[in-house]
């Protein structure tokens, strides 16, 4: 093949460091959407994808696409990832491998001189673990059309909070409605 080696080392690394960006005391992991620690916790992975050299777009409720673009950018992506949200008193590992996992390959694959035809999308989805709402792959459901946008939008936190709040919160209201999610993304 190409020579392709994974940087275990790194991989660790920002797997440590992601860790340790948590609402609860080491070892132990707790990212809530769109809290502190979860909107600092996509500072830090979006900061990786760009030092990878990856385009990074975000859709209406946060789902990340860090995308490394192909020779044939008219072909549709192939897609990877997972999710960096965790639930109170997670571990380390849940969601995080798929993400950082992907982003090491992707990095291999481009210290390997490899160049993939099409583009390769690395997608970290919003609130795949149930923290904020109660329900789990909100991101991925609304960008497959799964979950309805008017559904979403009733959703409520404890604090009687909605989904347009916490958006907001995160610095995406630049687009005005949910139904951005699906129009913009692959």
């Given amino acids: 093949m190409l ?29 809530v959407l769109f809290s502190d620690a979860d909107l600092k916790a996509r500072a830090f992975v979006k900061k990786l994808c760009h030092g990878a050299g990856l385009s990074i777009r975000e859709d209406a409720v946060g789902n990340i696409f860090a ?7 008219k072909l549709p992506p192939i897609a990877t990832g997972s999710h960096i949200d965790a639930i109170p008193n997670a571990g380390r590992y849940d969601g995080v491998v798929g ?16 160049q993939p035809e099409c583009p390769i999308e690395l997608i970290i989805f919003t609130a795949e673990e149930p923290t904020r709402f109660g329900i789990g792959c909100l991101g991925s459901r609304l960008l497959s059309g799964a979950l309805s946008l008017s559904r979403a939008n009733a959703f409520r936190d ?27 993304s692959h």
């Fill in 3 to 31: 020579g392709v080696r994974i940087d275990s080392a790194r991989l660790k690394s920002q797997i440590d460091a992601l860790a340790g960006i948590s609402e609860s005391p080491a070892p132990i992991v707790t990212r």
């Fill in 67 to 73: 995308q490394w673009r192909g020779s044939n950018p």
């Fill in 99 to 114: 993400v950082l996992g992907a982003l090491e390959a992707i990095c291999a694959l481009k210290e390997a001189r490899f």
């Fill in 158 to 184: 404890r604090e009687g909070r909605d989904l347009n709040y916490w958006r907001k919160r995160a610095g995406l209201a630049k687009q005005e409605s949910l139904l951005c999610v699906r129009r913009t």
